[in-house]
């Protein structure tokens, strides 16, 4: 990681996107139609957003801790449709998936603070990308929080 108002601005921002998600999202009462419109048909629901954003957080925190603890390990790709399917993510709730959400990305903020400057240049595989430093691997999941807010801004916006 850079200096250390970069390492403390990018944790700051991965701790805000549950506060973020929240602020947009906890008014919405579980069966608000606007959890499950699919403005776009290739892309997640409001309801699917948030499963999916509770699954990545371990995912992304597992990859993380095998890349710090092993040497070149290889993180395999998975297939996140597939996942939408197996864990139900068209009926999962809500709001049961932002407190998960929001747990699990405080747990992910508390490993990431503890970091060495020299963790952050540790390396893995990633199938099928190939070599990621940590701290790449860190960036993704904020550029994966950055993507989603951004969908669910559009999907909040539609209609207005």
Known sequence: MQPAYVKKYFLSALNATPEILEAFLSPLPAEDARWDARPDPERFTLREIVA???????????????????????????????????????????????????????????FLSGLMDADWTRVGVREPHGPISLERQ??????????HLEQIVQWLNQGK
């Open 52 to 110: 999916h954003l509770a699954d990545w957080n371990p995912i992304f925190l597992a990859r993380i801790e095998r890349t710090l603890k092993e040497d070149l390990p290889i993180l395999p790709d998975m297939d996140e449709s597939q996942m939408a399917i197996d864990r139900d993510y068209a009926h999962a709730d809500p709001h049961a998936c932002l407190a998960r959400f929001r747990t699990d990305r405080a747990n992910m903020v508390v």
């Open 138 to 147: 860190a960036v993704m999941v904020l550029s994966h929080d950055s993507y």
